[in-house]
């Protein structure tokens, strides 16, 4: 047996003993032969997305405006001056696409999507494009997988000539009825979708039950297709990130709770983070934490200690990052004053970076 040879077993049975996917053994024990695994790197990629934003409640709202959002061009510009890098623009497809087959997604609305995707890359901003709020897919994910696929090939198309700076997020926090096998298989076809005519564009995705770091080992992912990054979502302690939600039961018996950075605190995300971490080792696959965030009901000096000890965790790992949100509920900008929401905006971008 050469020393080659015996090497890959050993890293095969470590790999089993901690409990890794067999999608994250098949990924560090194939051939990388593929084309797909030479352009873009994606690790480069990753980095192109690293400290971003999310522009929420506008276009993932049935029209944008209903949840008190609308995108307006300087939106873009302060963003990129105060030093992040990418965007993550939620979008509700499904509000917009005809309901029967052939599946047609409104031309005004593809337009608006086109200004915001424009906005964001002529101001040198990576962006993000995601399918959000799907619900009736998470309800009956049978009835609706022929639509959410036809929605990807129709983006897809569209989109197709664009450059390396526009992401393709398949969908937002898979969950209810679209369980993890269910969301493996419909994952698999959607990236088949988007490879017809976006062979080398970046795709992101994330893993079942609202993209939770404990389903990451749950996730499939085609094996030798290395252009993905792989998404998670951290809210943790929910109690405080999440007190007085209007869409949270209970949350209001939550006000008060306070994140003061004690050892207990920062010793239960640090180890979140390292948990994420050894994933991301074993399968090969970078990290992009696409949401996190805390509401405006909790104090100020508390959200801005989270928000900092987040952010830099996620840096120190080499995961990208996007705030949730821009300036609503969970905002770091007051789009009254037009001003920045200094302590958050700082915890997310020192002042001296």
Request: charged share 20%; proline share 5%.
């Amino acid at each position: 047996m050469t020393r080659r040879t015996g090497l890959s077993i050993v890293v095969l049975m470590m790999l089993i003993l901690t409990g890794c996917s067999k999608q994250a053994v098949d990924t560090i024990m194939s051939s990388t032969d593929d084309p797909l695994n030479d352009v873009p790197d994606v690790n480069k990629q990753n980095r192109k997305i690293s400290r971003g934003i999310n522009l929420g409640n506008a276009l993932e709202a049935p029209i944008e405006g209903e949840w008190g959002v609308i995108l307006k061009e300087d939106y873009f510009r302060v963003i990129k001056e105060k030093g992040f890098n990418s965007v993550r623009i939620p979008i509700k497809w499904s509000a917009h696409t005809t309901d029967k087959p052939p599946y047609v997604i409104d031309s005004l609305f593809f337009q608006r999507i086109d200004w915001a995707v424009n906005q964001a890359l002529s101001k040198g901003l990576s962006v993000i494009i995601n399918l959000q709020h799907y619900d009736e897919l998470m309800q009956d994910p049978v009835k609706h997988k022929e639509r959410f696929l036809a929605i990807w090939d129709l983006i897809s198309e569209h989109y197709q000539n664009y450059s390396a700076d526009l992401f393709f997020e398949v969908l937002n926090e898979p969950n209810n009825q679209l369980t993890s096998s269910l969301w493996n298989e419909y994952l698999d076809e959607a990236i088949s979708v988007i490879r017809k005519k976006n062979p080398f564009r970046t795709i992101i995705a994330g893993p079942a039950s609202w993209n939770s770091m404990d389903y990451l080992n749950s996730l499939y992912l085609p094996t030798k297709d290395k252009n993905i990054i792989v998404t998670y979502h951290y809210y943790n302690p929910m109690q405080f990130t999440h007190q007085g939600t209007a869409w949270v039961t209970g949350s209001e018996d939550w006000l008060g709770n306070t994140w003061l950075g004690t050892y207990e605190q920062m010793n239960s995300i640090i180890q979140d983070f390292d948990k994420t971490l050894l994933w991301s080792k074993l399968s090969g696959r970078p990290i992009y934490m696409g949401e996190f965030g805390t509401y405006y009901r909790a104090d100020m000096g508390s959200r801005a200690k989270w928000t900092s000890f987040i952010a830099r965790q996620a840096e120190q790992r080499g995961f990208s990052w996007a705030y949730w949100e821009f300036c609503a509920g969970f905002g770091v900008y007051d789009p009254v004053k037009n001003e920045w929401i200094e302590p958050l905006l700082n915890a997310l971008i020192p002042p001296a970076s």
